[in-house]
């Protein structure tokens, strides 16, 4: 048994330099933490960190996808020339999706500069699918360390039962 504890979890967790501090007082006065307890604990604590991480990558694609689409609608505004709102959509290129004010025209009345806006919006949104695909490979990181974390106190807590029968047998 342990009176108190405090365990880094940086080695389970994404994040680093994290403390658990673990007391645990029995129904019978004594106090104490088993340390089959204390690994079920710092394997949940992991799981809830990966699981806080993983709804933060999940806003941050479905901004991006967003964003994406919108820069798609505007390249086929752009390709069929049906701009309607040029100067809406600009300043939305600019503002949200971080396209350089000089890379965009300030009209798109002829087929060059449309094809100047075109070019530009194009590069954002391969620039943006990167950072959709890196996110994705991170959430799916998340997605395997939170799994590996339940399944290691899931099979902790199967041994602790498994051996308590074994004990219990040998009482009998």
Aim: hydrophobic content about 40%.
């Amino acid at each position: 048994m342990i009176d108190s504890t405090t365990i880094a979890i940086n080695r389970y967790a994404p994040q680093g330099s994290q403390e658990i501090r673990l007391y645990s007082n029995g129904l019978d006065g004594g106090s104490g933490l088993t340390i089959g307890q204390l690994a079920i604990a710092v394997s949940m604590r992991s799981a809830a960190v990966c699981e806080a991480e993983s709804v933060i990558k999940m806003n941050k694609m479905s901004s991006g996808s967003l964003k994406l689409d919108k820069a798609s609608e505007y390249i086929g505004h752009l390709a069929d020339d049906s701009m309607v709102e040029w100067g809406v959509a600009r300043a939305y290129l600019i503002d949200e999706l971080g396209i350089d004010a000089e890379d965009l025209p300030e009209a798109v009345d002829s087929y060059t500069k449309r094809m100047e806006a075109i070019n530009a919006i194009k590069a954002k949104v391969d620039e943006l699918t990167q950072v959709q695909q890196t996110t994705m490979i991170d959430l799916q990181t998340l997605v395997n360390r939170r799994d590996v974390a339940y399944s290691t106190s899931s099979n902790i807590v199967r041994t602790i039962g498994t051996s308590m029968s074994k004990d219990s047998a040998n009482f009998a």
